[in-house]
């Protein structure tokens, strides 16, 4: 077995493999190299100028005893693939659901996700978003503590599971998103920096310290960022990329990071012959990012936009917290963002207290390729209490927002569990074994919301498994009222997306907004539909063309002499002729 | 008069004028106003917090005194322009001066200066580019430690003697550039942090600390920057702005500073009705700075081009170290820059220990949007005993550098005496008054040396006024040899260029190098014309198609079949059929 390690930092470097160590030899460009008798699954670490405690593989694919133990070897070759069918999605006209393996189920395993496929199929989405399930410190995490990005978090089933998940979702026709964090490595188990220059010499985000991108050397922690993204989508037959806060990624090169990564995955695509998809997480509101690179863009596929997202939040619940203040929880802004994609294009944002963004090109840019949503991991775990909208909103206005996303132009995206307005909230937990760093998240979580006037006892702690154990999926209440009609309204939403060519239209010119802030409705015409939305607590005749009506999410009623009857909180879309 | 100024920082702010102090107003926006009877000519500061004393106006047009001292009220309207004709100058086509007002004469004033244009008419450059200007502590500086970036520097004449300067190079058919600092302030008399968050919370380049481009409160920061520029372009007739050191503007916005500057000089540009010109310099080798905004750049009109320079000098003077080494010192990284603009274009930088730049569209890019020279201040005043070319290389080997300049696809530019090859050094000088900072600034620069081998004895003391003094021209120079011959080389390189379609042919494609590396021959094609090169320190036949002589550095020798006999150190120009 030949071992190989990027280590320009220490002057002597042993691999021990099986309890024997064995020096290396340095190679010019950093790289250090043995050729060791090694069995398929033998254990190893660097030791690094001979001291200490050997040390796991910065490209270590499983560590079966944590981020702080021995790395495993492990053969890719040796499973066997049942997905040959499988020709992969473009993202233009799916549906994308976000899923922490830990709390999808009980179990919080790959293998008992599974077994809950057959729901995601009927419910009618076409794309699983994973959370981060690269190894991170301790048992469960939310997984953007990884350290060791190559390796599967063992608890959740290791490589193997990963594999056999992704298979099971390839045969029953869903593609797989993988979310990835190249922003920042985990406050435990981060080794890096003893192998060489991972992090910038200067500079640091809200996670951790930033990393190098542009400084010396490099290039080859660009390469194990690349290289880790074609991992994902070549040896785990993955179908997209989720890039965690690429506003976090600090590269001062000509060409981005981001660039970068869009041109080697497209290389890839074009031999895996199938569709490769990149979608950054960006608070830029930058247009670049998703313009197309012949455009002087980087050319990514998508990017989430909290704008749709806060405007809807703030709309619906009212509330104008922070980074809410600005989107007036009103309908003007919800227009504005259905029909021009940014709500800041350069508006004042009184959370950044500048302006902020930049118009996307709505004569060419496909509306698809920002992502819609009413709630996700962060929107609801970044809360003080994790509490889902379910939480506060009414059945009725729960709908209305499940029907706002689900029209919309954008491509849209559920959360696990807001299907069906899930009872059970998603709440920050941590699982770290020290036992000062376990304390200092706790104070810092609680520290962080005492500043927005929580009483800290309020505030779940997160090292603490019952903030864990809570935030699991409750199956049962599949069965129970008013889930069962929330899944329903859901099930019916995303069959319309796909039955009706009006909703997935990519024009931004094909929507239009009409609405009346003071009585709280809204109608969103798109090509032939109407979305006709009352907010308001009370009943209300809106004027509509006479129509056929497609859903409702109450009584339905038909247009008499241009008017719909719409009962209070509710969403219906006609079809005007 | 109305007293205006942003200061959201202090709690109470008055304005003294002439003594007596007047309380201002807060506005919404963190401005602080006060009608209060002045003259003219009233000398005035800000009183921050009724603490300590009053401080210079951050946009302060005089300041007697220095950085330290009291403002000056300043009326713009008071000046008569005689440029009424002028209507300005485009870069294609223009050759560049560069030059530092306090060394360019003995009496190193504006119209001292004036007195020497037309020697800069008779050379045959077109633009006068001015080292920076603007307010910087003590009496003599390069110009890089501005604090007061609206005030002219006293003792060069004030902003009176600023506009009898540009208006007397229009009245002789040159167009003005000036550069501007915008990425740090100089390290005495920077008030601005008294008044408002000028600055970035974290991060600080080579200089100093990082202007707060994207931070909160940002907005009026980046108006304090493009106000500035607007004033050079519009209240002093400027033609351009040679902004410094871009790639130390740390800017998250989705809209670059620099993309917004030139939006808005496009903007007065077509108010003015004059070509307003926008140059970088920048490390970056990123062809976005001067792509056109549609194409998805940021549309400045050009770049100073290090690659250029550094291709050459290597080559001319055999010099390795440092940034140099990468470049070889060889003909064919100068074939490769003069056909494709950069070297560097994802390239292997040993400096940086990574790839750097990024390729020019060759076919798209008009070469002149990069400068090219063969000596500038940085280059010259930047190294340990501020030596010129001239102080080196032989008069041969200067004519050939001059030739290659000239005649390249780049717009040249010339640095102040290099045209007589002067015998003067131009050494790095300041004059800070604060003892500790001279000190602190005279140790950093033995020290920076130090570093590479140099006795500290050796490196000038930049605060012995003697360093200043010996860095002035010597105009007498001119009058002898060899200083006469080569300034005569460069004036007919330049007439040539002006006569010459082929030489300001924009098109990369009509630009190609042949060359023996080991003989040490180039030949320049640009159209109809071979730029022929003889580097090595004897004569050589070089195989060149017949044609007419237009220029020759030493004894011209026709071909004669198909051999040119060239000198040692020789350029020759031919025009071939």
Not at 387 to 413: E, I, K, N, Q, Y
Request: aromatic letters at 10%.
């Amino acid at each position: 077995m030949h071992f190989a390690v990027w280590a320009p930092r220490p002057d002597r470097v042993s691999v021990r493999v099986d309890g024997a160590d064995h020096p290396m030899t340095l190679d010019d460009g950093g790289w250090w190299h043995a050729d060791v008798p090694a069995d398929v699954e033998s254990e190893y670490g660097f030791l690094l100028d001979d001291a200490g405690a050997p040390l796991p593989d910065p490209r270590s694919r499983r560590q079966p005893d944590g981020v702080h133990g021995l790395s495993r070897l492990y053969d890719d070759g040796a499973y066997a693939w049942g997905d040959a069918g499988w020709t992969g999605r473009v993202l233009p006209g799916t549906a994308i659901y976000e899923l922490h393996i830990g709390t999808f189920t009980p179990e919080g395993t790959f293998d008992a996700a599974i077994e809950r496929l057959d729901h995601l199929v009927e419910l009618g989405v076409s794309v699983v978003e994973l959370l981060p399930v690269n190894a991170f410190n301790g048992v469960h995490n939310w997984g953007y503590d990884g350290v060791l990005w190559y390796a599967v978090h063992e608890a959740y089933g290791g490589p193997d599971g990963y594999k056999r998940f992704v298979d099971a979702c390839h045969g029953r026709g869903l593609a797989v998103f993988q979310d990835v964090v190249y922003n920042h490595l985990g406050p435990s188990g981060n080794y890096l920096p003893r192998f060489a220059g991972y992090l910038a010499a200067a500079g640091a985000n809200t996670w951790g310290a930033s990393v190098n991108l542009s400084g010396p050397d490099s290039e080859e922690v660009r390469r194990y960022i690349v290289d880790n993204a074609l991992m994902w989508l070549r040896d785990y037959h993955v179908d997209g990329l989720r890039l965690d806060a690429v506003h976090a990624l600090v590269d001062e090169r000509a060409t981005h990071l981001l660039e970068q990564l869009a041109v080697e995955v497209a290389a890839l695509e074009a031999h895996v012959r199938r569709p490769l998809t990149l979608i950054a997480e960006s608070d830029l509101n930058d247009p670049r990012l998703i313009t197309p690179r012949e455009a002087g863009g980087y050319g990514l596929t998508g990017q989430w936009s909290d704008d749709f997202h806060h405007a809807l939040h703030s709309l619906l619940t009212g509330e104008r917290q922070g980074y809410y203040y600005d989107f007036g929880a009103g309908v003007a802004v919800l227009a504005k963002v259905l029909t021009r994609g940014f709500f800041h294009d350069g508006t004042w944002s009184s959370f950044r207290r500048r302006p902020h963004g930049r118009p996307v090109d709505t004569q060419r840019m496909p509306a698809w390729r920002l992502l819609g949503y009413l709630q996700n991991h962060d929107q609801t775990g970044n809360r003080a209490v994790g509490d889902r909208l379910s939480a506060t909103l009414s059945p009725g206005l729960l709908a209305v927002g499940a029907t706002l996303v689900l029209t919309s132009p954008f491509t849209p995206m559920l959360f696990m569990g807001e299907e069906w307005g899930a009872g059970t909230p998603w709440q920050f937990f941590t699982s770290h074994p020290e036992p000062e760093l376990g304390v200092a998240t706790a104070e810092g979580r609680k520290a962080e919301f005492a500043g927005h006037g929580w009483d800290s006892a309020d505030v779940p702690d997160p090292q603490d498994p019952e903030t864990f154990l809570r935030s699991k999926l409750d199956w049962a209440e599949l069965d129970a009222e008013p889930h069962r009609s929330l899944l329903d309204i859901y099930r019916r939403l995303l069959a319309l997306r796909l039955a009706e060519p009006a909703l997935t239209d990519p024009a931004f010119a094909q929507v239009e907004v009409s609405y009346d802030e003071q009585a709280r409705w809204l109608i969103v015409l798109r090509g032939d539909l109407r979305v006709v939305c009352n907010l308001a607590a009370g009943e209300q005749s809106v004027s509509v063309p006479p129509g056929e009506v497609l859903f409702a999410t109450g009584a339905a009623s038909s247009t008499v002499d241009g008017q719909m009857v719409m009962p209070a909180e509710s969403a219906a879309v006609l079809r005007v002729p």
